[in-house]
């Protein structure tokens, strides 16, 4: 673990004990037997154990999904929700998806295209006034997309792969030097698609209505109903000020090709 | 002793945290969380409007947890809705206890109220009728085995918790205030007669204000778990200075203390009110005089309870918090059921919780 968080983070400052923290996490072996009879890692919230051991070799997965429920369980000052999110010239693209749609594989070949990473997992928004809070976290990857990755983007760093997760395998992809140092450069919204792979597929950007748009992003939000009127009236607004597509690929290429024209159009 | 809490001096004087750096920030910020104080750290700081004085960071934790009550507030409410439809099915009244009742009726601890189930009374004849309607409209029983199963019908005051099979909210539906095999009996017939009809939900129905503090203050003092307590403590002062005011009030207080036979929990909510959260209410202990433990077991029950009624938070831990909290464990235990039934409970729990961890943990590694 300690190899995945020097490498993985390694452009992230260590901070001083007086820089706030928002939460105090461990991955640790749990006391007793199991340190030592098919190890495990526990992952521990500030003496709590929210979830279930895993194999002790599964540590920075575990370390990673911690993160990111702790994120979702207490961020609530942010509109959450599920997806990837990337930034050109100030503008931030939204990929909202569930797990398996193959939104974390474009994400990591977007960065590779000179894309800067926001976070590949969380889209953070602030209900004031719209704008993305970057996270620069690892792009985590699964099953094939790890290979896939592998030969599209062969410059980019991505860690070995954990086997048999609950997830299946899993390996991180390290964010770009842009994406670390700029973590603290949040952007307003500009575009939202929601990707869908699909094998041998042509890649077409289907324009999508705002109500359908909404109801998609409702539908990807960890805490839509948490924030009651404050996230209707800001995913009302962030609607309003995006345009929204469908996107079906079977090509990385192909796609990128089509957003990276998106992009451009917009005077970018 | 602990009582030096970041916490509890950011709740009892929050002006002392305009002088907070940023560690005894985080420190706050963390035992409120988990003593489930967050939201009330939020609401104590806004009251005196010093939220804007704290760092950016601390800002956005106390937002998050208003957010997350105000949710929470607006779903306990739907939910009840729900039981209650449920409930009229059965002929029977919905009488709200802790923390769904402080919502709708509307008082002072519900600004700062996290939840994490609803707790009912109802008439133990009733009792049938009502679990077969809940059922009806969703609900099912998470008791996990036949002797799960039997220790609550046997010896609770209260059904195993029910679950709704879509929207997961979690109901406790109790025939008492405390088990029928506790060496404290209380009448719930009493109880019931004195109830009030919420404000813009006169189907609704919460204990009468004394009654809430009483079962507030024997929940509390009578229960093995402590996890809460503080957050507990604190819903008790709301209460007091709600609904008991001028000297009268304490006085009838303390007459229903007597005629439910709850006057020593009451004793100890003055008495850990006045020592953890200095709340002036020392005068009122004298009236209760009569009814304090010996000194010898005060003094006890004082090391035991203060610790208790810390933040559960590794750091307002001292060397003796966990055997306090472990004695306050089998105290609450004993005070359930006598001996006999105790030590075989404790034994077969244990035994449970072993087997389940062996196999637990060879199902997720």
């Not at chain 1, 070799?57 to 993160?67: D, S, T, V």
């Not at chain 1, 469908?246 to 970018?268: F, M, P, R």
């Not at chain 2, 090391?303 to 966990?322: K, N």
């Amino acid at each position: 673990m300690t190899e995945g968080l020097l490498t993985l983070y390694n452009q992230f400052p260590v901070e001083p004990p007086t820089t706030f923290s928002d939460f105090h996490i461990e991955v640790t072996p749990p006391k007793g037997l199991r340190r030592w009879i098919r190890p495990q890692s526990i992952f521990v919230f500030d003496g709590e154990i929210p979830f279930k051991p895993l194999a002790a070799n599964q540590a920075f997965a575990l370390l990673e999904w911690g993160m990111n429920w702790c994120i979702y369980n207490h961020a609530h000052h942010f509109l959450i929700i599920h997806g990837a999110v990337l930034e050109r010239n100030g503008k931030a693209i939204l990929l909202p998806a569930p797990s398996g749609s193959g939104k974390s594989t474009l994400c990591g070949a977007l960065m590779s295209r000179d894309w800067r990473l926001l976070s590949d997992e969380l889209i953070l928004i602030d209900p004031d006034d719209g704008k993305i809070t970057p996270l620069g976290r690892p792009v985590s990857l699964k099953n094939r997309s790890i290979d896939v990755l592998r030969t599209f983007a062969p410059g980019h760093y991505i860690s070995a792969p954990i086997h048999d997760t609950a997830k299946g395998s899993v390996a991180h992809m390290k964010s770009t030097s842009d994406s670390m140092l700029r973590v603290d450069e949040r952007v307003a919204p500009h575009w939202v698609i929601f990707p869908q792979y699909m094998e041998n597929q042509e890649a077409t950007l289907t324009p999508l209505g705002k109500t359908d748009v909404f109801m998609a992003l409702v539908e990807n939000a960890f805490n839509y109903n948490i924030l009651l009127e404050k996230g209707f009236v800001s995913l009302a607004r962030l609607v309003d000020s995006i345009t929204g597509f469908k996107a079906t690929y079977g090509s990385l290429d192909q796609v990128i090709t089509h957003i990276d024209q998106l992009a451009d159009e917009s005077g970018g | 002793m602990t009582s030096s809490c970041t916490l509890v001096e950011a709740l009892l004087q929050p002006l002392k945290t305009t002088r907070y750096s940023i560690p005894e920030w985080e420190l706050c910020i963390r035992q409120a969380r988990a003593s489930q104080l967050l939201a009330r750290l939020a609401t104590t700081l806004e009251d005196e409007q010093l939220s804007q004085h704290a760092p950016p960071p601390v800002q956005a934790h106390l937002l998050a947890a208003r957010q997350h009550q105000a949710h929470l507030s607006t779903a306990i409410r739907n939910e009840v809705t729900y039981i209650e439809t449920a409930i009229r099915a059965a002929g029977a009244q919905v009488v709200l206890l802790k923390g769904a009742a402080y919502e709708l009726a509307g008082l002072s601890p519900s600004r700062s109220r996290i939840y994490n189930d609803i707790d009912l009374l109802v008439a133990k004849d009733k009792l049938e009728d009502i679990e077969i309607n809940l059922m009806l409209h969703g609900w099912s029983s998470t008791s996990q085995d036949a002797y799960d199963e039997r220790y609550y019908r046997q010896w609770m005051h209260e059904i195993p918790p029910m679950r709704h099979i879509e929207r997961h909210s979690l109901i406790d539906v109790h025939h008492n205030l405390v088990p029928e095999t506790s060496a404290i009996r209380v009448d719930p017939a009493k109880l019931l007669k004195e109830t009030r009809s919420c404000p813009n939900n006169p189907e609704i129905h919460v204990l009468a204000p004394n009654d809430m503090i009483l079962h507030s203050a024997v929940h509390l003092f009578n229960d093995g778990e402590f996890d809460h307590a503080l957050r507990d403590l604190f819903d008790i002062r709301d209460l007091v200075r709600e609904t008991v005011r001028s000297s009268d009030d304490w006085k009838r207080l303390i007459t229903r203390a007597e005629e439910l036979g709850l006057q020593r929990p009451l004793y100890y909510a003055v008495r850990y009110l006045n020592l953890v959260l200095h709340e002036e209410v020392a005068e009122h202990l004298d009236s209760l005089r009569t009814h304090a433990p010996s000194a010898t077991k005060l003094a006890l029950l004082d090391r035991m309870f203060i610790r208790g009624l810390q933040p559960q938070h590794a750091t307002c831990d001292d060397f003796a918090t966990g055997i306090a909290r472990f004695s306050l464990y089998i105290r609450g235990h004993a005070l359930r059921m006598p001996l006999r039934l105790l030590l075989p409970h404790l034994a077969k729990k244990s035994r449970k919780r072993l087997l389940n961890n062996l196999i637990g943990t060879r199902d997720a590694g």
